[in-house]
Protein backbone atom coordinates (compact mmCIF):
# COMPACT_ATOMS: atom_id res chain seq x y z
CA UNK A 1 0.00 0.00 0.00
CA UNK A 2 1.31 3.71 -1.03
CA UNK A 3 -0.32 6.56 1.48
CA UNK A 4 0.26 9.92 0.32
CA UNK A 5 -1.26 13.30 1.79
CA UNK A 6 -4.62 14.22 0.61
CA UNK A 7 -3.78 17.37 -0.48
CA UNK A 8 -1.18 20.13 -0.21
CA UNK A 9 -0.72 23.52 -0.65
CA UNK A 10 2.25 26.28 -1.56
CA UNK A 11 2.37 29.14 -2.88
CA UNK A 12 3.85 29.92 -6.54
CA UNK A 13 7.79 30.26 -6.35
CA UNK A 14 8.19 28.25 -3.37
CA UNK A 15 9.01 24.68 -3.40
CA UNK A 16 6.63 21.71 -2.00
CA UNK A 17 7.45 18.04 -1.14
CA UNK A 18 4.51 15.41 -2.06
CA UNK A 19 5.34 12.55 0.00
CA UNK A 20 4.57 8.81 -0.50
CA UNK A 21 4.93 6.22 2.20
CA UNK A 22 5.17 2.40 1.69
CA UNK A 23 3.68 0.24 4.07
CA UNK A 24 3.68 -3.81 3.91
CA UNK A 25 6.91 -4.02 2.17
CA UNK A 26 10.06 -2.30 0.72
CA UNK A 27 9.60 1.04 -1.56
CA UNK A 28 13.16 0.87 -2.98
CA UNK A 29 12.58 -2.88 -3.69
CA UNK A 30 10.84 -1.84 -7.00
CA UNK A 31 11.26 1.28 -9.05
CA UNK A 32 8.61 4.53 -8.16
CA UNK A 33 6.72 6.86 -10.61
CA UNK A 34 5.15 9.68 -10.12
CA UNK A 35 1.96 11.21 -12.21
CA UNK A 36 0.54 14.40 -12.86
CA UNK A 37 -3.27 14.42 -13.76
CA UNK A 38 -4.81 18.02 -14.66
CA UNK A 39 -8.64 18.38 -14.00
CA UNK A 40 -10.28 16.80 -17.02
CA UNK A 41 -6.94 15.59 -18.79
CA UNK A 42 -5.33 12.51 -19.30
CA UNK A 43 -2.18 11.00 -16.40
CA UNK A 44 1.27 12.54 -17.24
CA UNK A 45 4.20 10.94 -16.00
CA UNK A 46 6.72 13.27 -14.47
CA UNK A 47 9.11 10.60 -12.73
CA UNK A 48 10.01 7.30 -13.52
CA UNK A 49 12.56 4.58 -12.05
CA UNK A 50 12.75 6.72 -8.92
CA UNK A 51 14.21 9.67 -10.01
CA UNK A 52 14.34 10.09 -14.00
CA UNK A 53 12.54 12.62 -16.19
CA UNK A 54 10.94 12.40 -19.31
CA UNK A 55 12.50 14.42 -22.00
CA UNK A 56 10.54 17.49 -22.08
CA UNK A 57 9.86 17.68 -18.30
CA UNK A 58 11.77 20.80 -16.65
CA UNK A 59 13.71 20.01 -13.98
CA UNK A 60 11.70 21.77 -11.24
CA UNK A 61 10.07 18.10 -10.84
CA UNK A 62 12.69 15.19 -8.90
CA UNK A 63 12.50 12.26 -7.44
CA UNK A 64 13.68 10.37 -4.47
CA UNK A 65 13.47 7.70 -2.00
CA UNK A 66 14.34 7.64 1.35
CA UNK A 67 15.04 3.49 2.62
CA UNK A 68 14.88 5.03 6.18
CA UNK A 69 11.30 6.23 6.08
CA UNK A 70 10.21 3.36 3.58
CA UNK A 71 9.04 6.57 1.17
CA UNK A 72 9.36 8.25 -1.92
CA UNK A 73 9.14 11.89 -2.45
CA UNK A 74 8.02 14.13 -5.46
CA UNK A 75 9.71 17.65 -4.93
CA UNK A 76 8.58 20.86 -6.90
CA UNK A 77 10.53 23.95 -6.82
CA UNK A 78 9.32 26.77 -8.20
CA UNK A 79 6.09 26.23 -7.99
CA UNK A 80 3.27 27.17 -10.42
CA UNK A 81 -0.43 28.26 -11.14
CA UNK A 82 -0.07 25.10 -14.20
CA UNK A 83 1.38 22.57 -11.51
CA UNK A 84 -2.44 22.66 -9.84
CA UNK A 85 -3.05 19.12 -9.88
CA UNK A 86 -3.42 15.69 -8.65
CA UNK A 87 -0.01 13.27 -8.23
CA UNK A 88 0.11 9.89 -7.80
CA UNK A 89 2.63 7.87 -6.84
CA UNK A 90 3.01 3.91 -8.24
CA UNK A 91 5.53 1.13 -7.65
CA UNK A 92 5.00 -2.89 -7.78
CA UNK A 93 5.02 -5.03 -4.80
CA UNK A 94 5.71 -7.83 -6.36
CA UNK A 95 3.00 -9.23 -7.72
CA UNK A 96 0.82 -6.09 -8.51
CA UNK A 97 0.98 -2.94 -9.27
CA UNK A 98 0.02 -0.51 -6.82
CA UNK A 99 -0.96 3.40 -7.06
CA UNK A 100 -1.28 5.74 -3.94
CA UNK A 101 -4.65 7.64 -3.65
CA UNK A 102 -3.28 10.81 -4.82
CA UNK A 103 -2.68 14.33 -3.67
CA UNK A 104 -3.89 17.71 -4.88
CA UNK A 105 -1.70 20.44 -5.08
CA UNK A 106 -3.64 24.07 -4.90
CA UNK A 107 -1.68 26.63 -5.69
CA UNK A 108 -1.96 29.56 -3.21
CA UNK B 1 7.41 10.15 -31.69
CA UNK B 2 5.74 7.55 -28.93
CA UNK B 3 1.91 7.51 -29.86
CA UNK B 4 -0.47 5.06 -28.19
CA UNK B 5 -4.57 5.66 -29.31
CA UNK B 6 -7.07 3.51 -27.46
CA UNK B 7 -10.32 2.93 -28.98
CA UNK B 8 -13.16 0.27 -28.60
CA UNK B 9 -15.02 1.64 -25.56
CA UNK B 10 -18.29 2.16 -25.88
CA UNK B 11 -21.62 1.56 -23.42
CA UNK B 12 -22.28 -2.00 -22.42
CA UNK B 13 -25.10 -3.90 -20.43
CA UNK B 14 -23.90 -6.28 -17.16
CA UNK B 15 -22.30 -9.38 -18.08
CA UNK B 16 -21.66 -8.26 -21.75
CA UNK B 17 -18.27 -8.35 -23.71
CA UNK B 18 -16.26 -5.64 -24.75
CA UNK B 19 -12.94 -5.42 -26.67
CA UNK B 20 -10.52 -2.79 -26.62
CA UNK B 21 -7.58 -1.92 -28.43
CA UNK B 22 -4.55 -0.05 -27.99
CA UNK B 23 -2.22 1.10 -31.34
CA UNK B 24 0.89 1.75 -30.77
CA UNK B 25 3.68 3.16 -32.78
CA UNK B 26 6.71 5.46 -33.09
CA UNK B 27 8.50 2.67 -31.02
CA UNK B 28 9.99 -1.09 -31.69
CA UNK B 29 6.87 -2.81 -30.29
CA UNK B 30 7.87 -6.03 -29.01
CA UNK B 31 10.83 -4.22 -26.84
CA UNK B 32 8.25 -2.88 -24.53
CA UNK B 33 5.72 -4.14 -22.08
CA UNK B 34 2.21 -2.97 -22.53
CA UNK B 35 -0.68 -1.84 -19.56
CA UNK B 36 -3.85 -1.50 -19.17
CA UNK B 37 -5.17 0.83 -16.37
CA UNK B 38 -7.95 2.37 -15.27
CA UNK B 39 -10.08 5.29 -13.72
CA UNK B 40 -13.44 5.33 -12.49
CA UNK B 41 -15.45 7.98 -12.45
CA UNK B 42 -14.34 10.96 -9.44
CA UNK B 43 -11.48 8.20 -8.77
CA UNK B 44 -7.73 7.52 -8.74
CA UNK B 45 -6.19 5.06 -10.87
CA UNK B 46 -5.93 1.56 -11.11
CA UNK B 47 -3.74 -0.67 -12.48
CA UNK B 48 -5.87 -3.41 -14.94
CA UNK B 49 -3.20 -5.84 -16.88
CA UNK B 50 0.28 -6.14 -18.36
CA UNK B 51 2.03 -7.39 -21.02
CA UNK B 52 5.18 -7.51 -21.04
CA UNK B 53 7.48 -7.38 -24.46
CA UNK B 54 7.90 -11.44 -24.20
CA UNK B 55 4.11 -11.22 -24.46
CA UNK B 56 4.09 -12.58 -20.86
CA UNK B 57 0.65 -11.81 -18.85
CA UNK B 58 -0.65 -10.65 -15.83
CA UNK B 59 -4.01 -9.11 -14.21
CA UNK B 60 -4.92 -7.48 -11.50
CA UNK B 61 -7.40 -9.65 -9.13
CA UNK B 62 -10.33 -7.82 -9.52
CA UNK B 63 -10.38 -8.69 -13.59
CA UNK B 64 -8.54 -12.25 -13.40
CA UNK B 65 -10.65 -14.86 -15.05
CA UNK B 66 -12.55 -12.24 -16.59
CA UNK B 67 -10.62 -10.05 -18.89
CA UNK B 68 -7.67 -11.41 -20.97
CA UNK B 69 -4.67 -9.55 -22.99
CA UNK B 70 -2.99 -10.11 -26.24
CA UNK B 71 -0.97 -8.72 -28.80
CA UNK B 72 -0.62 -8.75 -32.55
CA UNK B 73 2.73 -7.59 -33.71
CA UNK B 74 2.09 -7.75 -36.96
CA UNK B 75 -0.84 -4.64 -36.30
CA UNK B 76 1.61 -2.99 -33.38
CA UNK B 77 -1.85 -3.36 -31.44
CA UNK B 78 -2.48 -4.81 -27.75
CA UNK B 79 -5.86 -5.87 -26.74
CA UNK B 80 -8.03 -6.27 -24.09
CA UNK B 81 -11.13 -8.10 -24.34
CA UNK B 82 -13.53 -7.73 -21.42
CA UNK B 83 -15.88 -10.35 -20.38
CA UNK B 84 -18.49 -10.71 -17.69
CA UNK B 85 -18.70 -6.95 -17.13
CA UNK B 86 -19.68 -5.19 -14.10
CA UNK B 87 -20.81 -1.71 -13.06
CA UNK B 88 -17.21 -1.69 -11.33
CA UNK B 89 -15.75 -1.87 -14.37
CA UNK B 90 -17.32 1.91 -15.74
CA UNK B 91 -13.79 3.39 -16.23
CA UNK B 92 -11.63 5.56 -18.46
CA UNK B 93 -9.17 3.26 -20.24
CA UNK B 94 -5.70 3.81 -20.90
CA UNK B 95 -2.81 1.76 -21.69
CA UNK B 96 0.74 2.75 -20.99
CA UNK B 97 3.89 2.29 -22.09
CA UNK B 98 6.99 0.52 -19.59
CA UNK B 99 10.11 1.73 -19.85
CA UNK B 100 12.84 -0.13 -21.54
CA UNK B 101 14.34 -1.79 -18.27
CA UNK B 102 10.92 -2.18 -16.54
CA UNK B 103 7.31 -3.45 -17.67
CA UNK B 104 5.44 -1.77 -14.99
CA UNK B 105 7.13 1.85 -14.97
CA UNK B 106 4.51 4.00 -17.20
CA UNK B 107 6.39 6.59 -19.19
CA UNK B 108 4.01 6.64 -22.34
CA UNK B 109 -0.03 7.34 -21.85
CA UNK B 110 -2.75 7.38 -24.31
CA UNK B 111 -5.74 9.50 -23.87
CA UNK B 112 -8.13 6.80 -23.09
CA UNK B 113 -11.23 4.92 -23.92
CA UNK B 114 -14.61 5.38 -21.85
CA UNK B 115 -16.00 1.99 -20.75
CA UNK B 116 -19.46 2.21 -19.55
CA UNK B 117 -21.37 -0.76 -17.89
CA UNK B 118 -25.56 -0.27 -17.09
CA UNK B 119 -27.90 -2.63 -16.12
Known amino acids: ILTQPHSVSESPGKTVTVSCTGS????????VQWYQQRPGRVPFTLIY?????PSGVPDRFSGSIDSSSNSASLTISGVKTEDEADYYCQSYDGSRVVFGGGTKLTVL | EVQLLESGGGLIQTGGSLRLSCAAS????????INWLRQAPGQGLAWVST???????FYADSVKGRFSVSRDTSKNTVYLEMTNLRAEDTALYFC?????????????WGEGTLVSVSS
Open chain 2, 26 to 33: GFPFTSYA
Open chain 2, 96 to 108: ARGTRACSTCFEY
Open chain 2, 51 to 57: ITHTGVT
Open chain 1, 49 to 53: EDTHR
Open chain 1, 24 to 31: GGRIGSSY
